[in-house]
Structures are given as structure tokens and as C-alpha cells.
């Protein structure tokens, strides 16, 4: 049985809100921080979840506009594109030693957080879900599936330990892994062929596949070249086998904040696999094509 943790959750959103609920139903002490009108949804209402998974239930969590006291953790679950504002909700007097845990797309973020806190207060999450705040404190959770990969090479294990038991008890099947690089990039590699495609076309993954296979094919194989360049995992067979087993309307979360008139993460996904091609000499011209019709298109 997992120790009670205290715990900030930093954007109630999609995934936030869904880790929110669960980690309050297994008995934690849940702090979410967010904006005034959310904060008071919260504290009078709760954190409802609807989930095949997990069940639909309601549960009671704090709430308050910027972090006050010290916590166990903070599970960073905004965009990225909200995070320079978000994290003004953590003043460094009642930050404390506070373990911080960005689950947010991309490969660049960790190294931005650990020359703002420091290397040994960063501990990266990947989670695979498909949930999302349908209103202030209302959570769908439509996956079958929550999983959590944990890293944080310079973070002290027994930390990566804890909050790994108290996730998986909760609900999601979490684990610590050794490389950190491997896990970001091989989100990376399937997330931002399916980003791009589905935004740039406005279509469901699976017309992306038949309609649009060969720039598919062309950047699966385009990121897993970046992805082995900077030491992460290069299968493009198995990335592609991954878009083929999938739903076929399912669609990327750009995709769904481009349709909402909603700041893109392009920069994050799109542009890092730009950058690190570069460094590594790797040529993406798909990937490039992309990213430029994407940023013509006002995006």
C-alpha cells in the first residue's frame, strides 16, 4: 500500500483532471491549481469522472490559483503552450523541494525545467490516455487504457518509487524507466507524424493512413531516423503497425485545438523534431514540409 501523498495538480485539464480524480479516490491529498473560475467549480463541486475504465464517480479535491503550501509533487499537465504563465503558480517559497513531473509533449521541456529548479527536481512522465475536460471539473476518459512511464535519471529513486505505487494504485499502470531519452523520443516518434498529419489534412487517423499513406510511411520513418540519432528507439514497422491498429477516427490533439481555434503545440512537436534534425545532420523533408504548411496556414 502506497503511503498518502500530498500532490499539486499544475492544468486540471484532460489528463490532469483524470490523475485529479483518481489519485483522490486511492486517498491522496489532491491540490489542483488553475484559474479563478475553475478553482471555485472545483472547490463547491469536485472532480467528476466518466470512465469505462475507472468508473464514473465524483470526488472532492482542494483548489486554489497558485501553490501555498509545500507538496510531495507537482504533475505539470498543461500544454505546452500554457506553461510559462502556469508556472507562475508556483512560488518558489512554497515550491520546496517539491518533485516536478511534466507530462507534456515533446523532447525539450525537461531541460528548460531543470535550469529553472534543477536537475535533481525534474522527473519527466510520458502517459498514454485519451481523456478529456468536457467542462470545469468534468472529466471522459475514452481510452481502455492509462499508462504512465516515469524517469528522471538525477531524481532520487526512492522519490520515482513513491509516486510510480501511488499512480499505479490509483489506477494507471505506471513504471520508472532507466533512459529518459528513450521514453521521451518514442512518444516523440509516434506522436508528430500523427500530430502533423491529422492537423495539416483536418481528417481522422484513419483516412490519414489510406489517403494520405505514402507521407505517412515517408515521416514514420523521417522521425525514427531523428529518434536513433539522439539515442531514442527507431522502428519505423512498429510505429506504422501502432497508426494501423488504432481506431480509425481517432484524432491528434492538435488536431483538436486547431478545430477549437486554440494555440497549436507545433513549436514543441514540430519544430523540436526540426531542431534535432539539424543537429544530428538527419534530413526530414516531409517533416519540414509539414511544419511550414502548418505555419503558412496561421498555425
Not at 485519451?130 to 481502455?144: D, Y
Request: a negative charge; glycine letters at 10%; hydrophobic letters at 45%.
Amino acid at each position: 500500500m502506497a503511503n498518502k501523498l500530498t500532490l499539486a495538480i499544475l492544468g486540471p485539464g484532460g489528463v490532469g483532471g483524470l490523475l485529479a480524480g483518481l489519485l483522490s479516490r486511492a486517498g491522496h491529498h489532491v491540490i489542483c491549481l488553475s484559474g479563478e473560475d475553475t478553482v471555485t467549480h472545483l472547490r463547491t463541486h469536485g472532480m467528476r469522472v466518466r470512465s469505462a475504465r475507472f468508473g464514473d464517480f465524483t470526488v472532492p479535491v482542494a483548489a486554489d490559483t497558485e501553490l501555498r503550501a509545500p507538496v510531495d509533487a507537482v504533475l505539470i499537465t498543461v500544454k505546452h503552450t500554457a506553461l510559462d504563465a502556469a508556472l507562475d503558480r508556483l512560488p518558489a517559497a512554497a515550491l520546496g523541494d517539491a518533485l516536478l513531473v511534466p507530462f507534456l509533449n515533446g523532447v525539450e521541456h525537461p531541460a528548460s525545467l531543470r535550469a529553472r529548479y534543477g536537475p535533481e527536481a525534474v522527473a519527466p512522465a510520458v502517459i498514454r490516455v485519451e481523456s478529456t475536460r468536457v467542462e470545469a471539473g468534468v472529466i471522459e476518459h475514452a481510452s481502455p487504457f492509462a499508462e504512465v512511464d516515469l524517469t528522471g535519471a538525477q531524481v532520487a529513486r526512492v522519490r520515482l518509487d513513491a509516486l510510480a505505487e501511488a499512480l499505479s494504485e490509483a489506477g494507471p499502470t505506471t513504471r520508472v524507466l532507466p533512459d529518459e531519452t528513450a521514453a521521451l523520443w518514442a512518444k516523440m516518434a509516434f506522436l508528430a507524424p500523427f500530430a502533423l498529419l491529422t492537423t495539416r489534412h483536418g481528417l481522422p487517423l484513419g483516412e490519414v493512413r489510406t489517403r494520405h499513406r505514402g507521407d505517412l510511411t515517408a515521416l514514420v520513418a523521417e522521425v525514427a531516423a531523428v529518434s536513433g540519432a539522439c539515442g531514442g528507439p527507431a522502428d519505423p514497422a512498429a510505429a506504422l503497425a501502432r497508426y494501423d491498429a488504432f481506431p480509425p477516427a481517432t484524432r491528434s490533439s492538435m488536431q483538436r485545438d486547431a478545430e477549437a481555434g486554440r494555440p497549436l503545440e507545433l513549436d514543441a512537436i514540430g519544430g523540436a523534431l526540426l531542431r534535432a534534425a539539424e543537429r544530428h545532420g538527419v534530413p526530414v523533408p516531409v517533416a519540414a514540409r509539414l511544419v511550414r504548411e502548418l505555419r503558412d496556414a496561421g498555425y
